[in-house]
Every structure is written in structure tokens, then in C-alpha cells.
């Protein structure tokens, strides 16, 4: 299977831009600061990304996204240990829909 000049420079310049962004975040992150207001903000960000990923599944979702939901906070409330909520969190949906829809 022969490949078009036109997508091999295409995948070739997505590289070249993937590497860049990762390179400079790379570059980048010494130069953040450690301590101070700047700092506490910027360990807040993967919080309010996470909830801004899942508050609309919630808001539209069906009972399924609901009823994860809370089985994810009461893992995490119990054992205070993200990736065991995460976990329990896909498991829960992936069984409520199955319960639910078939």
C-alpha cells in the first residue's frame, strides 16, 4: 500500500507539532512557581478540568451517569484514593447501563 506525499507530510507536521507542545511544556515547567498564589492556582487545574469534563455528562446524562457518580464520590470519600474511584466509577457505569438499558 503506497502512502500520498500529501499524508505523509501531513503526519509529519502533526508530529512536528505534537513534540513542540510537549517540548515546551517540558521547558516550560521550570520556570512555574513553587510556593505562593500562582502556585495554589495552578494545582486547582486538573480538578476543574475533570469537573468540567464530567458536570455535563451529569447535567444531560441518563440515571447510569448518575448513579456513577455517586458510587465514585462514595469510593473516594471511603478510601480517599482517586484511581480506586476512577476505577469504580467506570465500572459502575458500564454495569448501570447494562442493567438499565438490555
Known amino acids: 500500500m503506497l502512502t ?15 513534540f513542540t507542545v510537549k517540548a515546551g511544556g517540558l521547558l516550560l515547567a521550570n520556570r512555574l512557581p513553587r510556593d505562593g498564589f500562582a502556585a495554589a492556582w495552578l ?5 476543574a478540568v ?14 447510569a451517569e448518575i448513579i456513577a457518580a455517586a458510587i465514585t464520590a462514595m469510593v473516594y470519600f471511603l478510601t480517599r484514593n482517586l484511581l480506586a474511584a476512577m476505577a469504580a466509577g ?9 442493567w438499565l438499558v438490555g
Open 4 to 18: 500520498s506525499t500529501e499524508a505523509l507530510l501531513a503526519i509529519l507536521g502533526m508530529a512536528l507539532v505534537t
Open 43 to 47: 494545582r486547582h487545574i486538573p480538578g
Open 50 to 63: 475533570l469537573a468540567s469534563l464530567v458536570a455535563p455528562a451529569l447535567v444531560t446524562g441518563s440515571p
Open 90 to 98: 467506570v465500572l459502575a457505569v458500564y454495569l448501570a447501563r447494562l
